[in-house]
């Protein structure tokens, strides 16, 4: 395998202009006004970029039926009617849900949660539930990350005097709207909203905001709405990060700020952050991502997700410590069957190999991997999904098959769309929805191959057009020389880091590899070491990647001791040392003497 082309190398262009401008106006150094300049784009948008302002929030009232469902909500409220909040099982549409009840509950309404159970229901409106609904009185249904293709279920609950407000953010494809009293969502067809990228929470959080200023009569809404918004506020921020939204715009300022507020926030989300041993003052959100939205995860993807809404909105400090020991126990025992289905999954492959055509590390993409098997367990198969695209850097589906039907879901790789590569294999699906990066959908087991076919067939032609590899988007070429602690304070400035503002990215060209490189680690999380010198200056450099790359670098590296490399890295403090030093965490590397 070649030690060279793991990824298309893109240097991001500089506006020099640009960060000039910024570097005068912000005060901040050329490298840092260069950064900016590439995410925030002029002067003005820097200053909001580095200082993230709650008044520079769209007013809920700019999207699209929102005022109609502040309305209807704020009558049901004062009525006294019977509410049901329909969530999902996921961290996304758990937070959502919390978020809606937690407002809903200061104005003293008659509300009940609702989360469907994943194996029993499935995702979305099951008919059970429109059962349940009607029986238990409900008048008005609010979904939240879930309903926008649910015509025939919305128009069913509407036509047994149920009214129905949907409140979601995924895409709507080109099907009819449900019939609702209003319709919530970005990403509509007719979306008037000036940010299309909140996400179920996010939603569900502008809905919040409207009815209280929809109860205030006005934008002032009080000591007591205020308080509940901002209980709201961290919620949504852990909805938002979980579901690997882009923090910009208004996602930007919602995390910001939820971040901040994680101080003051409720006892669950005290004693979940407790669990998995997260300070509320230095949440990051990587720890968000890594360890407080896999245990919300995992009630969901063994069973209920009720455990984990219980514990958001528990006031009792006692009981949401058990209840985040629970789930804490749940995401272990989640861990545990994932791995054993990616031994499953791995005998699988090395016997149909040729079926499921997928490359070792480094090859040029062949399309995408799908892979079936009899009765996984549907909650894990979109974390195996998820390990695989990033173990062969492919667009990957994994489908549990029970009976005539399998239920798959898929990770992307490569910049490959999952939404458009499903919807041009809709003919074959049962049902599909999700996003460009994560999908769900459902096919008849006689589809299978040729939805494998088709489905591999799409991704391969979308990777075609980025010319096979993955792009590594770099933000700018420096020498270790420059790397002190103030650009490390410079660069904190850009957090919250995530989709869409990545922590950044560095090339240094010509490092010499000093030190013995050795894997460490237990597998599958192995690792190797070095020290990176350049002009008399060395730091400390750590590679994770798949197994099968790190063990190409390593072949190379002791095959060509005194070659140069280029890297391609990011940074972080390696708090083991007093006081922490900067410390570089590899992307890629390749010979310096390669031909780009």
Same mark, same amino acid.
Request: glycine share 8%; aromatic share 6%; with cysteine.
């Given at each position: 395998?070649?030690?060279?082309?793991?990824?298309?190398?893109?240097?991001?262009?500089?506006? *020099?202009? %640009?960060?000039?401008?910024?570097?005068?106006?912000?005060?901040?150094?050329?490298?840092?006004?260069?950064?900016?300049?590439?995410?925030?784009?002029?002067?003005?948008?820097?200053?909001k @970029?580095?200082?993230?302002?709650?008044?520079?929030?769209?007013?809920?009232?700019?999207?699209?039926?929102?005022?109609?469902?502040?309305?209807?909500?704020?009558?049901?409220?004062?009525?006294?009617?019977?509410?049901?909040?329909?969530?999902?099982?996921?961290?996304?549409?758990?937070?959502? $849900?919390?978020?809606?009840?937690?407002?809903?509950?200061?104005?003293?309404?008659?509300?009940?949660?609702?989360?469907?159970?994943?194996?029993?229901?499935?995702?979305?409106?099951?008919?059970? @539930?429109?059962?349940?609904?009607?029986?238990?009185?409900?008048?008005?249904?609010? $979904?939240?990350?879930?309903?926008?293709?649910?015509?025939?279920?919305?128009?069913?609950? %509407?036509?047994?005097?149920?009214?129905?407000?949907?409140t !979601?953010?995924?895409?709507?494809?080109?099907?009819?709207?449900?019939?609702?009293?209003?319709?919530?969502?970005?990403?509509?067809?007719?979306?008037?909203?000036?940010? /299309?990228?909140?996400?179920?929470?996010?939603?569900?959080?502008?809905?919040?905001?409207?009815?209280?200023?929809?109860?205030?009569?006005?934008?002032?809404?009080?000591?007591?709405?205020?308080?509940? &918004?901002?209980?709201?506020?961290p &919620?949504?921020?852990?909805?938002?990060?979980?579901?690997?939204?882009?923090?910009?715009?208004?996602?930007?300022?919602?995390?910001?700020?939820?971040?901040?507020?994680?101080?003051?926030?409720?006892?669950?989300?005290?004693?979940?952050?407790?669990?998995?041993?997260?300070? &509320?003052?230095?949440? $990051?959100?990587?720890?968000?991502g890594?360890?407080?939205?896999?245990?919300?995860?995992?009630?969901?993807?063994?069973?209920?997700?009720?455990?984990?809404?219980?514990v958001?909105?528990?006031?009792?400090?006692?009981?949401?410590?058990?209840?985040?020991?629970?789930?804490?126990?749940?995401?272990?025992? *989640?861990?545990?069957?994932?791995?054993?289905m990616?031994? %499953?999954i791995?005998?699988?492959?090395?016997?149909?190999?040729?079926?499921?055509?997928?490359?070792?590390?480094?090859?040029?993409?062949a399309?995408?991997?799908?892979?079936?098997?009899?009765?996984w367990?549907?909650?894990?198969?979109?974390?195996?999904?998820?390990?695989?695209?990033?173990?062969?850097?492919?667009?990957?589906?994994?489908?549990?098959?029970n009976?005539?039907?399998?239920?798959?879901?898929?990770?992307?790789?490569?910049?490959?769309?999952?939404?458009?590569?499903?919807?041009?294999?809709?003919?074959?699906?049962?049902?599909?929805?999700?996003?460009?990066?994560?999908?769900?959908?459902?096919?008849? /087991?006689?589809?299978?191959?040729? @939805?494998?076919?088709?489905f591999?067939?799409?991704?391969?032609?979308?990777?075609?057009?980025?010319?096979?590899?993955?792009?590594?988007n770099? !933000?700018?070429?420096?020498?270790?020389?420059?790397?002190?602690?103030?650009?490390?304070?410079?660069?904190?400035?850009?957090?919250?880091?995530?989709?869409?503002?990545?922590?950044?990215? @560095?090339?240094?060209?010509?490092?010499?590899?000093?030190?013995?490189?050795?894997?460490?680690?237990?597998?599958?999380?192995?690792?190797?070491?070095?020290?990176?010198?350049?002009?008399?200056?060395?730091?400390?450099?750590?590679? *994770?990647?798949?197994?099968? &790359?790190? $063990?190409?670098?390593?072949?190379?590296?002791? *095959?060509?001791?005194? %070659?140069?490399?280029?890297?391609?890295?990011?940074?972080?403090?390696?708090?083991?040392?007093?006081?922490?030093?900067?410390?570089?965490?590899?992307? !890629?590397?390749?010979?310096?003497?390669?031909?780009?």
């Open positions: 395998m070649s030690a060279a082309a793991h990824y298309r190398w893109n240097l991001l262009p500089a506006d *020099r202009q %640009q960060a000039a401008l910024i570097a005068r106006e912000c005060g901040v150094s050329s490298l840092m006004a260069t950064l900016l300049a590439q995410r925030a784009g002029d002067v003005e948008g820097a200053k @970029f580095l200082a993230p302002n709650m008044l520079d929030f769209h007013p809920p009232a700019a999207m699209k039926d929102l005022p109609l469902a502040a309305e209807r909500l704020a009558r049901a409220v004062r009525d006294k009617e019977k509410i049901i909040i329909h969530g999902d099982y996921d961290a996304d549409g758990v937070t959502a $849900t919390a978020v809606m009840v937690t407002v809903l509950r200061a104005l003293d309404a008659d509300v009940t949660p609702y989360l469907p159970h994943r194996a029993a229901e499935g995702y979305g409106i099951s008919p059970a @539930f429109v059962e349940k609904a009607g029986a238990a009185g409900a008048t008005l249904v609010v $979904t939240v990350d879930c309903g926008i293709g649910e015509y025939d279920r919305v128009a069913q609950m %509407q036509q047994a005097g149920i009214d129905v407000i949907i !979601d953010h995924h895409e709507v494809g080109d099907y009819a709207l449900p019939p609702a009293v209003a319709v919530l969502n970005p990403k509509r067809p007719d979306a008037t909203y000036p940010f /299309r990228d909140l996400v179920g929470a996010g939603v569900a959080f502008k809905l919040a905001w409207g009815l209280c200023e929809q109860i205030s009569g006005g934008k002032k809404v009080g000591e007591k709405l205020q308080d509940a &918004l901002l209980r709201a506020l &919620l949504a921020m852990i909805g938002t990060v979980a579901d690997v939204a882009a923090l910009t715009g208004e996602n930007r300022i919602l995390v910001y700020h939820g971040l901040k507020r994680l101080p003051f926030a409720s006892v669950g989300l005290r004693a979940l952050f407790a669990v998995g041993g997260v300070g &509320l003052r230095v949440a $990051t959100c990587r720890d968000i890594f360890i407080v939205a896999p245990r919300l995860n995992a009630a969901g993807r063994l069973g209920a997700a009720d455990l984990a809404l219980e958001l909105l528990a006031t009792d400090a006692e009981r949401a410590r058990e209840l985040a020991e629970i789930l804490d126990q749940k995401n272990s025992e *989640r861990r545990r069957r994932c791995d054993e990616m031994t %499953q791995s005998a699988t492959l090395t016997e149909a190999d040729a079926m499921t055509g997928a490359p070792p590390v480094g090859a040029p993409p399309g995408a991997l799908v892979i079936a098997g009899e009765n367990h549907e909650g894990i198969i979109g974390i195996a999904a998820g390990r695989l695209a990033e173990r062969y850097r492919l667009p990957c589906a994994v489908i549990s098959l009976g005539d039907i399998g239920k798959g879901s898929a990770r992307s790789a490569a910049g490959v769309n999952l939404y458009a590569a499903l919807d041009d294999s809709r003919e074959l699906l049962a049902a599909f929805g999700g996003h460009a990066q994560a999908a769900g959908f459902s096919v008849k /087991r006689e589809n299978l191959s040729a @939805f494998r076919e088709k591999t067939r799409h991704c391969a032609a979308q990777a075609a057009a980025t010319g096979g590899l993955p792009p590594l770099i !933000d700018g070429e420096i020498s270790l020389t420059e790397i002190n602690d103030y650009l490390m304070r410079e660069i904190a400035n850009l957090e919250p880091f995530g989709d869409r503002n990545p922590l950044p990215l @560095f090339l240094c060209r010509k490092v010499r590899v000093t030190g013995t490189p050795r894997l460490s680690g237990r597998e599958p999380r192995q690792y190797f070491k070095f020290n990176a010198v350049q002009n008399n200056v060395a730091y400390q450099a750590v590679v *994770r990647q798949p197994p099968e &790359l790190l $063990t190409a670098w390593l072949t190379a590296l002791d *095959r060509q001791p005194r %070659q140069p490399w280029d890297l391609v890295f990011s940074l972080k403090y390696n708090t083991y040392y007093d006081p922490p030093r900067p410390e570089l965490i590899i992307q !890629d590397m390749r010979p310096s003497d390669w031909d780009n």
